[in-house]
Nanobody, 116 residues
Framework: QVQLVESGGGLVQAGGSLRLSCAAS????????MGWYRQAPGKQRELVAD???????NYADSMKGRFTISRDNAKNTVYLHMNSLKPEDTAVYYC??????????WGQGTQVTVSS
């Protein structure tokens, strides 16, 4: 069984920064991509950013230049550094990993609230 533990969410003022972390544990054979999605109230879940095992990154257009995704393969952990936060970034942020044998695994989500 594989578990993802997310941390780092919270309340921040507009223009502020947060760092989200997501650590994977359990029976992990090989992690391919790791990423972050978010879901705001009344909206569909959307991709924030993802990163391959080789370190290639992909960002949603609205996050480019403000968010940075990184990973520590030795710790099976993915990070999301969020700068210049805006009220529209308010959402539940979900971590996901893609395992070679089990496919997509999702975290339970962490709330990020940006006040104006």
């Amino acid at each position: 069984q594989v578990q993802l533990v997310e941390s780092g969410g919270g309340l921040v003022q507009a223009g502020g920064s947060l760092r989200l972390s997501c650590a994977a544990s359990g029976s992990i054979f090989s992690i391919n991509a790791m990423g972050w999605y978010r879901q705001a109230p009344g909206k569909q879940r959307e991709l924030v950013a993802d990163i391959t095992s080789g370190g290639s990154t992909n960002y949603a257009d609205s996050m480019k230049g403000r968010f940075t995704i990184s990973r520590d393969n030795a710790k099976n952990t993915v990070y999301l550094h969020m700068n210049s936060l805006k009220p529209e970034d308010t959402a539940v942020y979900y971590c996901t990993i893609v395992l070679t044998d089990l496919g997509y695994i999702w975290g339970q989500g962490t709330q990020v609230t940006v006040s104006s």
